[in-house]
């Protein structure tokens, strides 16, 4: 029973998350009241680990959701319902994708789906900042590392992740 709430719920969330893996975060935000398959801390966390590991964050969030309710089969049931309805969606779009491109309606409708988009990315950004600033170190090292993505925007990804890491190992040793 609790592979196919978990499919189930990851097909909705696979269905309705435009826009890539960080727009899954409010849906798993909704997830952790009502299910205990995993807290708002752990999802904190399980973010951190999806953006640092290889594979598109919504998929490894899935999956480690999905693992975290019920194991192996869990985390296959919830992957693969997340995925299923893109799936679905390619397959039937990419037929009339080419035909329709230049129809003024299908154009309207991308339209007005990116300001949507933006807003579930902007409200992600929201909810993550309330999962990672608990204090106000975890707030100095989040401006920190805003001015400097702002300011030196050619520095690496991995550079802030593992400067995150080592201070994350320094705050807890503290």
Same mark, same amino acid.
């Given at each position: 029973m609790i592979y196919l709430v978990l499919f189930g719920e990851f097909f909705k969330?696979?269905?309705?998350a435009i826009g890539g893996g960080l727009v899954t975060i409010p849906f798993l935000m909704e997830l952790t009241d009502r299910y205990d398959w995993f807290s708002k801390s752990q999802l904190a966390d399980m973010i951190a680990v999806s953006e640092s590991t290889p594979g598109p964050i919504g998929v490894n969030m899935a999956?480690?959701?999905?693992? #975290?309710?019920?194991?192996?089969?869990?985390?296959?049931?919830?992957?693969?319902?997340?995925v299923l309805p893109s799936l679905?969606?390619?397959?039937?779009?990419?037929k009339y994708v080419m035909k329709y491109q230049s129809c003024l309606a299908f154009q309207n409708i991308l339209f007005g789906v990116r300001p949507a988009v933006l807003a579930l990315i902007l409200y992600t950004g929201y909810i993550l900042v309330g999962l990672a600033v608990t204090d106000v170190l975890t707030g100095a090292a989040a401006v920190v590392s805003f001015l400097i993505i702002h300011?030196? #925007?050619?520095?690496?990804?991995?550079?802030?992740?593992?400067?995150?890491?080592?201070?994350g190992i320094l705050l807890e040793m503290r």
């Open positions: 969330i696979g269905l309705l999956t480690y959701a999905g693992f #975290n309710a019920a194991g192996i089969s869990g985390g296959i049931a919830a992957t693969f319902g997340l679905i969606i390619i397959i039937l779009i990419s300011r030196f #925007n050619k520095v690496h990804p991995i550079i802030f992740i593992m400067a995150g890491a080592v201070l």
